[in-house]
């Protein structure tokens, strides 16, 4: 920030450009909203940051973000409890569950491979999938990683890891854009990939 801005301005304004999406130019806007907005809206926002690091845990299941482990879709999804869907990120499990097409498990890498990330396969949960699979109930794993070349490793990475235990294995189907993030499919297409699955 330029001199002469108070530091805690420029103390927010830092901590803001550090959030994802956001540049320095949003960040000064942002700054200033809560010196203009009522007390009650800057306190709820302050209480909602807060609760969001006491409340939620990750489900030692699925290891999506949970206000309980294990998650709701751990328990409650009885129907297809028996297919797990791999996704990248907790914010795909909500495309999947926009699109309809799916009511079973979810398993949670939290990233995909990436060598110009320093992101191999041990940093994400694949060998806690492989254990799920091993330890029976998963009768199916579908693999919805995103449409990008860091989705299609992990794909082969999770086949290769679980070729030993024999579980039926499936891919979406090429029905997203190429490149594309699960998380911003529209919900018919991501229905459709669901539906139109084949094995790998
Ligand atoms: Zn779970």
């Given at each position: 920030?330029?001199?002469?801005?108070?530091?805690?301005?420029?103390?927010?304004?830092?901590?803001?450009?550090?959030?994802?999406?956001?540049?320095?130019?949003?960040?000064?806007?942002?700054?200033?909203f809560?010196?203009?907005a009522?007390?009650?809206?800057?306190?709820?926002l302050?209480?909602?940051?807060?609760?969001?690091?006491?409340?939620?845990?990750?489900?030692?299941?699925?290891?999506?973000?949970?206000?309980?482990?294990?998650?709701?879709?751990?328990?409650?999804h009885?129907?297809?409890?028996?297919?797990?869907?791999?996704v990248e990120?907790?914010?795909?499990?909500?495309?999947?569950?926009?699109?309809?097409?799916?009511?079973?498990?979810?398993?949670?890498?939290?990233?995909?491979?990436?060598?110009?990330?320093?992101?191999g396969?041990?940093?994400?949960?694949?060998?806690?999938?492989?254990?799920?699979v091993?330890?029976g109930?998963?009768?199916?794993?579908?693999?919805?990683?995103?449409?990008?070349?860091?989705?299609?490793?992990?794909?082969?990475?999770?086949?290769?890891?679980?070729?030993?235990?024999?579980v039926?294995?499936?891919?979406?189907?090429?029905?997203?854009?190429?490149?594309?993030?699960?998380?911003?499919?529209?919900p018919?297409?991501?229905?459709?990939?669901?539906?139109?699955?084949?094995?790998f």
């Open positions: 920030m330029v001199d002469g801005v108070p530091g805690p301005i420029s103390r927010l304004v830092e901590e803001l450009s550090k959030l994802p999406t956001i540049g320095p130019k949003t960040a000064g806007r942002l700054a200033f809560p010196l203009k009522p007390a009650r809206q800057v306190d709820q302050a209480e909602a940051l807060q609760s969001l690091r006491s409340e939620i845990v990750e489900c030692s299941v699925c290891f999506n973000f949970s206000d309980g482990d294990p998650c709701r879709f751990c328990t409650d009885g129907g297809e409890g028996s297919t797990a869907c791999v990120d907790p914010l795909d499990v909500l495309a999947v569950e926009r699109s309809a097409g799916f009511r079973g498990r979810y398993h949670v890498l939290h990233g995909a491979i990436s060598p110009l990330e320093g992101v396969p041990d940093d994400l949960k694949i060998d806690d999938l492989l254990e799920r091993k330890d109930g998963v009768a199916e794993v579908i693999v919805a990683t995103n449409a990008t070349f860091e989705g299609d490793a992990t794909a082969l990475e999770i086949a290769r890891v679980l070729e030993e235990t024999g039926r294995l499936t891919r979406l189907a090429r029905g997203l854009a190429t490149g594309g993030d699960i998380e911003y499919a529209d018919t297409t991501l229905s459709q990939a669901l539906e139109g699955r084949r094995e």
